[in-house]
């Protein structure tokens, strides 16, 4: 049974108790927010230990009574008692700063003495990364060896690490199973751009389409705008702010206006140029307008 972003008490009240016992997987999203704080002064543990404490005999297997929305103030017998025996837990979030975790357990040192030296590469690659570094900006090349790097230090990840990152031991042993998942590269934020259904390309299209105006994303402004991401460190969570900015002014001169196409490019992206616009002629317009008025009569 798969259901998509559901809240478990509301996925409960729509399905019987029994099927959500078993067949069934729970995603822990953000699940790097519950860390324990390791501060001596710190007198009350909010949000951290005492959430993983409450969730260890939930992941282990136990009867858990859940409270109906709505009914919380009618009685405590309208409850529904769900066996957690055989359900998956998956437990995922950010868990921004392992990597430097790992690489201090790995005693990697970027700078100094002990820092590797390029010419321990092999040749063939150290000719591609010179080749694709005359392609890209700095700004560029220092996201990409840093995404490089942080994927080369997560595949190295073992529980201790984990814990040391502030879930506690208890946690861990009842999630075993680490797969970390590497970073988005260009490619991958260009197929986020176009390719899912909801797209949000295809959704500024759409916004535009009402007024009658057809948006064209040429294939390198879509390079320029994934670059753009992961050179802010955002990711696919930074795609629309991206391409709001960039249409802003297109948006508020459409309504009213005689455009009929606006046309992207990587220079645009890039701040160098406006956005190319293309209007409808005047004898059309007018012949539009007419038609318009006839109609109305």
Known sequence: MVSHGHDLVDFIEEHDASLCQSDIVVRLDEIDKIMAMRDHMRVRDI????????????????????TVKGRRAQGANDTIQVDTK?????????????????????????LGFSSKPLSERSTATAEKDSTAATERTEEEEKAIKMAARKDKLLKQVESRDLIKFGLIPEMVGRLPIIVPL????????????????????????????????????????????????????????????????LLLDPMYEVPGSNIRRITLNDDVVKGNTDPQY???????????TASTEKTAV
């Open 47 to 66: 949000g951290g230990e005492g959430v993983q404490q409450g969730l260890l005999k939930i992941l282990e297997g136990t009867v858990v009574n859940v």
């Open 182 to 245: 590497q970073c988005m590269d260009e490619e991958s934020l260009v197929r986020v751009l176009t390719e899912p259904r909801h797209a949000l390309i295809t959704q500024f299209k759409c916004l535009l389409a009402m007024d009658k105006v057809e948006l064209t994303f040429e294939q390198t402004a879509l390079r320029a705008i994934a670059k753009k991401a992961m050179e802010n460190s955002t990711g696919a969570r930074g795609l629309r702010a991206i391409i709001e900015k």
């Open 86 to 110: 055989n359900i998956l837990f998956v437990g995922s979030g950010a868990f921004n700063g392992l990597e430097e975790i790992v690489a201090r357990r790995k005693e990697e040192k970027v």
């Open 278 to 288: 293309e209007y409808q002629p005047e004898a059309d317009e007018e012949q539009a």
